[in-house]
């Protein structure tokens, strides 16, 4: 039996071992986790319960997970989704349960072993299946960037109504059970409450919200900051838990509070690191629920149980958005999207297992069928273009109409420049090409920019860059030149292959947030990089030498030739304890200082003869001597006391400074 550090390091160390092997597949690393928690769980090897600590852990990933979904929203976004989130997420809940309860009905009329399915068992099994799994939804429309695309947001409307409904359903099952007189009393008790709690929370929030963050941030302490953030974070999830509602809705209702205020950014950087291996957990607790044994005996009942309720929730979903009003393609990825199963109708089913409303074994198998289409979900959401354009002519006759009107608009241009993405970079590079009178034609994911932006008169159409055939018919033949916008690297190698075979000799210009991947889009084929860091960097330091009386020929003759050398000699920074560094931090070219102490193995020894570039991959940037600045050649001897600063990466870095220190 584990104790609680015990099992978290535990399920800390199998995480990583599982998304270590899936990422070596290509695969997505949360099938990783759930696959590690197949393995590990009761039902498996049993190294790890399905306790109350693992639940613990796993809420607070879908607490955080919720929370960084709330800061893509404002008040005014969910005022403007309200006939998503009530009108097609009302209609999905209960359509689903009424299907299911006939559906229920016909179970125990086929298979008379489960005689004992009761209409109140059917009623709860509707409620545990119109669940859909927020965590796992969420988190691939972000890593695919489609929260903001019209499916998106009928997604995550659906998702926030379900959410709601729990409560309710809650209530409702076991008043259904025990045959209660006052359920409309109970429910109607209970809906009060929760809207009085909502009302305050998103009333007093938002009044407090902005002035409470400004006080702390006045105080200047990152470490403050952080333990504000988790204070209003845990403390919504508390609050709502405590009404009745889920933890989750007080989280995703404390992002949306401070998407109001322009510490947003920030808080997105600082939540990322607890969401991400938190929500891991989440994944490998689920994975613990399925029972191999059931799967292996009852195998052709669980995937009856697995191709129904998912083709029957796809068929439902779809249909009910296009009654209210999508068009054929939102509403099919709709349908494809919300058809697994969800971890809140894991808590339904259990709460109707101790209820005995349904038959023990038919949970199992239940469970085991909703695992496997959790399971299922990214492979589905990978694959749901193609499987969209199968389904419908209509939605390949719209990408092909859409491709056909970007090809006429671009027919009659000639050395153009193609912009991908339309956002703040790109239509700054629009206006500047205009005024010079310089032809350009921009592809842009976002309809509502699309539709906003060609009302003003830009020439934009919809359309992804990363496709080919969109290229084709934005004229890469015949433009002058490429520019991506958005700092995308896995989208911009798209890009770029596609550019390499079509149009090997036009000019590719590629904006990236740092210089981490500079090389990687050089090697893939762009003509020139942008870090938006390096160049922020360029511009400040140019400011501050003209202001410091350096005369300006000079200041533009230094910033064009750090340019000229693609940034060789600004690459890499000094990192700090507040630096906030991402998951792939060891390939980032940094800075670091190394003094050579009394007894260091370098001292009396050239550079030539240290040989860090060929030995450790790392090269000098600077050698100081006392508040001299040395040159850094091969045949300078080095002494005691000096400072190298090395530029590299994490780890050459690290075996350079064992170079220079010892033997």
């Known amino acids: 039996?584990?104790?609680?550090?015990?099992?978290?390091?535990?399920?800390?160390?199998?995480?990583?071992?599982?998304?270590v092997a899936?990422?070596?597949?290509?695969?997505?690393?949360?099938?990783?986790?759930?696959?590690?928690?197949?393995?590990?769980?009761?039902?498996g090897l049993g190294f790890a319960e399905d306790n109350e600590t693992t639940h613990a852990l796993a809420e607070f990933g879908v607490v955080f997970l919720m929370f960084s979904i709330g800061l893509e929203f404002s008040l005014n976004k969910l005022s403007a989704m309200r006939h998503i989130v009530f009108g097609l997420g009302l209609a999905q809940v209960l359509s689903t349960i009424a299907v299911t309860m006939v559906f229920g009905w016909a179970v125990a009329?086929?298979?008379?072993?489960?005689?004992?399915?009761?209409w109140q068992g059917a009623f709860a099994l509707g409620g545990a299946l119109t669940m859909s799994s927020t965590a796992i939804v969420s988190k691939l429309l972000t890593e695919r960037l489609e929260l903001e695309t019209e499916h998106g947001r009928r997604i995550l409307g659906v998702l926030l109504f379900q959410d709601l409904a729990l409560v309710p359903l809650l209530i409702v099952v076991p008043a259904l059970a025990s045959h209660s007189g006052n359920l409309m009393v109970t429910l109607g008790w209970a809906v009060a409450k929760a809207m009085i709690v909502l009302a305050l929370l998103l009333f007093f929030g938002h009044k407090l919200m902005r002035s409470w963050f400004k006080i702390v941030v006045k105080r200047r302490s990152q470490e403050l900051f952080m333990l504000n953030l988790l204070l209003i974070t845990l403390g919504a999830a508390w609050i709502t838990e405590k009404a009745g509602l889920s933890l989750a809705l007080g989280a995703f209702i404390a992002g949306m509070l401070i998407s109001e205020t322009e510490f947003k950014h920030q808080v997105e950087e600082d939540i990322k690191s607890f969401r991400d291996v938190l929500l891991g957990l989440f994944f490998i607790t689920v994975g613990m629920l399925l029972n191999v044994q059931t799967l292996i005996e009852h195998w052709f009942l669980?995937?009856?149980?697995?191709?129904?309720?998912?083709?029957?929730?796809?068929?439902?979903?779809?249909?009910?958005?296009?009654?209210?009003?999508?068009?054929?393609g939102v509403a099919l990825r709709t349908g494809l999207a919300l058809a697994q199963a969800g971890e809140f109708g894991f808590v339904l089913l259990n709460q109707a297992g101790g209820l005995q409303l349904i038959d023990p074994l038919l949970i199992q198998v239940i469970l085991a069928s909703?695992?496997?289409?959790?399971?299922?979900?990214?492979?589905?959401?990978?694959?749901?273009?193609?499987?969209?354009m199968k389904l419908s002519a209509n939605e390949w006759m719209?990408?092909?109409?859409?491709?056909?009107?970007?090809?006429?608009?671009?027919?009659?241009?000639?050395?153009?420049?193609?912009?991908?993405?339309?956002?703040?970079?790109?239509q700054s590079l629009a206006r500047l090409l205009e005024e010079e009178g310089i032809a350009y034609h921009a592809l842009e994911m976002d309809p509502e920019l699309v539709q906003d932006a060609r009302s003003g008169g830009a020439n934009v159409s919809y359309g992804d860059a990363a496709r080919r055939e969109s290229l084709v018919a934005a004229g890469i033949h015949r433009a002058a030149a490429l520019v991506v916008t958005y700092a995308s690297t896995p989208s911009a190698l798209k890009v770029l292959h596609h550019a390499a075979e079509l149009a090997p000799e036009l000019p590719v210009i590629v904006r990236s947030y740092d210089d981490a991947d500079l090389d990687k889009l050089l090697a893939?084929?762009?003509?020139?990089?942008?870090?938006?860091?390096?160049?922020?960097?360029?511009?400040?330091?140019?400011?501050?030498?003209?202001m410091l009386g350096i005369p300006l020929r000079r200041v533009v003759h230094r910033v064009q030739d750090a340019r000229d050398e693609r940034y060789a000699s600004l690459r890499g920074y000094f990192h700090g304890a507040s630096d906030i560094d991402d998951a792939n931090d060891g390939l980032n070219v940094r800075l670091q200082s190394v003094t050579l102490i009394d007894g260091a193995h370098a001292i009396g020894k050239t550079l030539a003869e240290i040989d860090l570039p060929g030995q450790c991959d790392t090269e000098v940037a600077m050698l100081r001597r006392g508040k001299q600045r040395v040159e850094a050649a091969q045949e300078t001897v080095l002494m005691g006391g000096d400072i190298v600063v090395l530029r590299g990466t994490s780890e050459n870095i690290l075996r350079a400074e064992k170079r220079l220190l010892s033997k």
Do not use: C, W
Request: aromatic share 8%.
């Open 1 to 19: 039996m584990f104790s609680g550090l015990e099992l978290t390091l535990f399920l800390l160390a199998a995480a990583v071992l599982g998304v």
């Open 22 to 43: 899936f990422r070596m597949m290509h695969l997505p690393p949360m099938l990783g986790y759930l696959v590690v928690g197949i393995v590990i769980g009761p039902h």
């Open 109 to 118: 009329y086929f298979l008379p072993q489960f005689t004992n399915i009761s």
């Open 302 to 328: 669980v995937l009856l149980l697995l191709a129904g309720p998912v083709l029957l929730k796809f068929g439902l979903i779809a249909a009910l958005a296009r009654l209210f009003g999508s068009g054929t």
């Open 370 to 388: 909703m695992v496997l289409s959790m399971l299922a979900a990214p492979f589905i959401l990978a694959k749901s273009d193609a499987i969209v």
């Open 398 to 426: 719209l990408q092909s109409l859409a491709l056909t009107q970007l090809a006429t608009r671009t027919m009659s241009v000639q050395k153009h420049v193609i912009i991908a993405g339309f956002g703040r970079s790109g």
């Open 524 to 546: 893939a084929g762009a003509t020139e990089v942008v870090p938006e860091s390096l160049e922020g960097s360029l511009m400040l330091a140019s400011h501050a030498l003209v």
